[in-house]
């Protein structure tokens, strides 16, 4: 259980909790009163954070399409939201474009070379979770600035460098330090990062952690991003940056070479389809599960009249979790990197799997999870979201990551970004399955080239050929919960975007087999219903970040809704 045992223990530091940035707690923000959707009659970016949302808009407003956007909205993040927003980890964007079709660009980290499935294990033959999660040999080859070119070789519009200049302003200038932000980095240079000496360089004012209302300069990082503005791609995975990172991997026992960053491609996939009640749902492939266990799960719901159990009653979030445990048992057996793995994915979103599923679910009654054969851990509530759409009713959903806040903590000295530990997400160690957390299953094992499996959602929802909603979170393995509740809070429970991102949400994950809800999510008589039928509940803490885009179908504005657990978050429309 190290790693359950870390995760626990890192819910706890108020810097990590995406859960609550503001380190306000209190009440689910949604019950506070209506604070959105946003509206705007062309354009919409909802983000992490408003500066970020800004930036993308701009795009927007000076005739960039979504693709334009997305990625001047993701590189203003590397520089105002450290804890996920990267150039130095990976991710997936969705796209879908206002013809009705879609594709998707996977930019996920990839293991180096010299990685193999016992990277973690000692001479021993002991596994470190330390190793595997916090240490240089935690870090994937970096995937966020070759995704961003691909995106905008193939389907963006606007001139590259007028999507990267934003980004090198704000580093370069610096920008005012939040609440939120100042009680994150001082966790990451006062305790993940503090062993770095770039890391407590690049993020503390020598040595002081940063105040709420400071300015926050980074100009290693506008360095590295004006490389990046003025080469692409070539900036980050050949000359200076390159450079910089394999020095930093060499004098530290890490893995990644200049030949890795050489060969690091990012791929256009193609996306996961499904329907729910006629909706017609987008997501990403393998090497996300989320895209398979979203359909699995919308899949087995569609058997039931939801709507009529109650949002959030006992027999609702009952099914909810009966559908889950499945998806995600399906997830450990069957998902990892199909480059690598033959992944039956079409199998598994089909309506008949599906159905076979349901018939297992007693509708009174918990079932168990089977014996702790596959047994997994909790996951890091990191990573980040955001939903563009532009005028043209193009639609861009995109979740990128450093895996835990901050990544690794480690900031690549004198190139001034964070590095992941993405390679955390790859299985401990062949047969390494235990009913403490970790898991040791084939498909998903640390091999050269291999991208890790991740839990990341980006979708987008369509009916009758029209686009509905851009949708997607962060949160680990919690992820794929939040983006199907979203969905069913819209589809079969009629809220508008807002009230479906505000709703209090619910996790299982197979295993371990307890059912999450956030704190006043429901009545304690709801608890005690499930609990009666056989589920362990536990209440509390918060769930996701959705940041998310719907169209109004009387009038065709896009309505953006900044998902209030964070303050920081904002929709930006024009
Ligand atoms: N590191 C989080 C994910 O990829 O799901």
């Known amino acids: 259980m190290e790693r359950h045992k870390t995760l626990g223990a890192l819910l706890l530091l108020p810097a990590l909790l995406a859960l609550t940035p503001s380190g306000q707690g209190g009440s689910i923000p949604g019950a506070a009163g209506r604070h959105g959707p946003e509206r705007a009659p062309s354009g919409m970016v909802v983000s992490e954070h408003w500066l970020a949302s800004e930036a993308g808009r701009d795009v927007l407003a000076a005739g960039g399409n979504a693709v334009d956007a997305a990625i001047a909205t993701g590189l203003a993040l590397a520089v105002t939201h450290p804890a996920a927003g990267n150039i130095g980890g990976g991710g997936f964007m969705v796209i879908r474009f206002p013809n009705g079709t879609s594709t998707a660009i996977d930019f996920r980290e990839k293991a180096p070379l010299a990685a193999h499935p016992e990277m973690w294990l000692d001479e021993n033959g002991e596994y470190s979770s330390d190793v595997h999660h916090n240490s240089h040999r935690a870090v994937g080859v970096p995937g966020t600035v070759a995704g961003f070119e691909k995106a905008h070789r193939l389907y963006g519009s606007a001139a590259w460098v007028d999507l990267v200049e ?318 199907l509740q979203v969905i069913l809070n819209v589809v079969d429970f009629g809220m508008d975007i807002q009230e479906a991102v505000d709703a209090p949400r619910v996790h299982h994950q197979w295993l371990p087999d307890r059912i999450r809800i956030e704190e006043e999510g429901v009545e304690a008589s709801t608890v005690a219903e499930l609990e009666a039928m056989g589920h362990p509940v536990d209440m509390g803490g918060r769930q996701g970040l959705a940041h998310s885009i719907m169209i109004d179908p009387a009038t065709g504005e896009r309505l953006g809704a900044a998902d209030p657990r964070n303050p920081d978050s904002g929709a930006r429309g024009h």
């Open 166 to 483: 934003p980004s090198v302003v704000l580093a370069e200038e610096g920008f005012l330090v939040t609440e939120g932000l100042a009680e994150g980095l001082s966790y990451l240079v006062e305790r993940k990062g503090s062993g770095y000496p770039a890391t407590v360089a690049a993020f503390s004012k020598d040595g002081a952690p940063y105040q709420a209302g400071d300015l926050l300069r980074q100009p290693d990082l506008a360095r590295t991003l004006g490389r990046i503005r003025d080469e692409g791609a070539a900036g980050f995975y050949h000359g200076e940056t390159a450079r910089l990172v394999a020095e930093e991997m060499r004098a530290n026992g890490g893995l990644i070479t200049e030949e890795d960053l050489d060969l690091y491609q990012a791929r256009e996939r193609t996306p996961v389809r499904g329907t729910y009640r006629g909706y017609e749902i987008v997501s990403m492939p393998p090497p996300s599960s989320g895209g398979v266990a979203l359909v699995t799960m919308l899949n087995i719901l569609e058997g039931y009249d939801v709507a009529a159990m109650g949002h959030n009653s006992a027999p609702y979030v009952h099914h909810l979790a009966e559908a889950m445990r499945r998806a995600f048992r399906d997830r450990a057996t069957y998902l990892a990197d199909q480059d690598f793995v033959d992944v039956p994915v079409h199998t598994l979103i089909t309506k008949e799997h599906a159905g076979s599923l349901r018939e297992t679910i007693d509708p009174a009654r918990a079932s168990t999870s089977a014996p702790s054969d596959l047994a997994q851990g909790y996951e890091s509530p990191e990573t980040t979201h955001y939903s563009v759409v532009d005028a043209d009713g193009m639609a861009v959903s995109v979740t990128y990551t450093l895996e835990a806040g901050y990544g690794a903590g480690i900031v690549v000295p004198g190139a001034g970004f964070l590095l992941n530990n993405e390679m955390g997400d790859f299985n401990a160690g062949p047969g390494l399955t235990t009913d403490r957390g970790l898991i040791g299953t084939d498909p998903n094992l640390a091999r050269p080239q291999q991208r890790m499996l991740s839990s990341m959602t980006p979708s987008i929802v369509a009916k009758d050929g029209e686009l509905v909603a851009v949708v997607g979170s962060p949160g680990g393995r919690t992820i794929i919960n939040t983006v």
